[in-house]
């Protein structure tokens, strides 16, 4: 075969990059190609700091790709208009393509082998690219079982499951002549409105490796002890680079299971649940938006609360500290993220997909899989075995920022309270309380706890 098209999606890599290898072993010339998909814009997923992260991940990519001889194809519009046309153009007989699990990206991929059938073409889809493990690999015993429901037996199994080698980089990836491309789009040509977090970390590939090669060295060892760590910032801040392929999560495990201690152990664990929530998002991809066990809720309308939770203003000084994190750098700590989730939803008692819709808003790596069934994890509705579990946020602060240092870091307005008395700053003396611009708490947690258990039935 001449021509192959190598079209990129979820994986903007060189190294450990399955569907660029299989292209070019296909043919003699490659197009990579990347198309900017406006139908994600109309969906909305397109906002100013994913698209800040993308812009320099294209870049990046396309940096490499130029290294390598060739450089990265970019068309803007329907992806299987698109790529049907760069086929077409280029007389590619085969697009390769990492496989999704959206519903978006499985309706996707149906239309565009269709379209490329009736041209006599052929896409190729390839598993283990976005996920260690590819979704319907690791399947539970029984008739008409298409996924694992719960993360510990699915966990033994995928434990048990070999990853593919890790890939080598290409060392040349010739383009044919005269492709049109257009340029390599900015983030405000991506996403034209609106305007980024200040603090957003750097987008590609490069600076991805760089990350985990620096992390693996003073962090990885321990991890297991620090992960929860509020104030030690000890986790990998990795999840934007496996959200938009830029590293692999292939590679990650191999490297981390290459390493012995509970550190790598428990980060392995991480990859792993980041692979469950692809499998029940692949089996059932209504769980973006649709309850996957429904409990019977009735969540309350609760705008100005959920408006003072999204702008770090809920009195509850670890739950804003979080809320304005994610404002302020497009991410939040893990634990943060739980906690403040529950908040929501079990204290305040609003649908989780109010929440997780703001998480999208903001988090560079928004991620419908894990961003919606983590929000579904912690709203009772989802995969959690305990489903009415609740995070009492001053029980996670006194274990997770004993000292407040978290708290002052994002709440400035609290930083000249000492120790774990900035957790609770109401129960200053009137006038203390009086010289400090922070609102008193939303509600009584103790209270709010009675309404949700009560709400549920438990009461």
Known sequence: M?????????????????????????????????????????????????????AGALADLDAQLR?????????????????????????????????????????????????????????????AVITAVPPGAVLPTGPGRDHFAVFTPYFRRWRAERPRAVLPAPRSVPVPDGVRSGAVPSAKELCPGGWPSPALPEGGERAGRGRFASWQRSGLAAYEERHDDL????????????????????????????????????????????????????????????????????????????????EGRTGIPVVDAAMRQLRHEGWMHNRARM????????????????????????LVDGDVANNQLNWQWMAGTGTDTRPNRVLNPLVQARRFDPEG?????????????????????????????????????????ADAALRFRRARGQE
């Not at 660029?20 to 072993?25: E, F, G």
């Not at 429904?294 to 609760?302: K, S």
């Not at 930083?415 to 006038?431: C, M, T």
Request: proline share 5%.
């Open 67 to 127: 290294e390598r001889g060739g450089r990265l194809v970019i068309r803007t519009g329907d992806v299987v208009a698109e790529t049907c046309r760069v086929a077409a153009e280029t007389g590619a007989g085969e697009v390769h393509l990492a496989a999704g699990v959206s519903g978006y990206a499985q309706r996707r991929e149906r239309r565009l082998a269709e379209a490329l059938a009736g041209d006599g073409r052929a896409l190729v889809v390839h598993d």
């Open 231 to 310: 104030a030690g910032d000890a986790t990998s801040r990795l999840s934007p680079y496996l959200h938009f392929g830029c590293l692999s999560p292939v590679e990650l495990v191999h490297k981390a299971s290459g390493r012995s201690g509970a550190g790598p152990e428990s980060f392995v664990r991480q990859l792993a649940w980041r692979d469950f929530h692809h499998q029940v998002l692949a089996a059932r991809p209504d769980a973006a938006a649709a309850d996957y066990r429904a409990r019977g809720d009735r969540w309350r309308r609760a705008d100005t609360e959920v408006a003072a939770w999204q």
């Open 339 to 362: 906690l403040v989730a529950s908040f929501l939803t079990k204290t305040l008692y609003v649908d989780w997909r109010v929440g997780a819709r703001h998480f999208l808003d903001l």
């Open 405 to 445: 240092e978290y708290v002052r870091r994002w709440v400035p307005e609290l930083a000249d309270l000492k120790g774990a008395a900035v957790h609770r700053p109401w129960r200053l003396d009137p006038p203390a309380r009086a010289a400090y611009d922070y609102p008193e708490p939303l509600v009584d947690l």
């Open 2 to 54: 001449d021509v192959a098209i190598c079209l990129f999606s979820s994986d903007l890599r060189v190294h450990d990059q399955p569907v660029l290898r299989a292209a070019l072993r296909a043919a003699t010339r490659v197009v990579p190609l990347f198309v900017v998909d406006t139908g994600i814009a109309r969906a909305g997923f397109v906002v100013p700091n994913r698209a800040a992260f993308l």
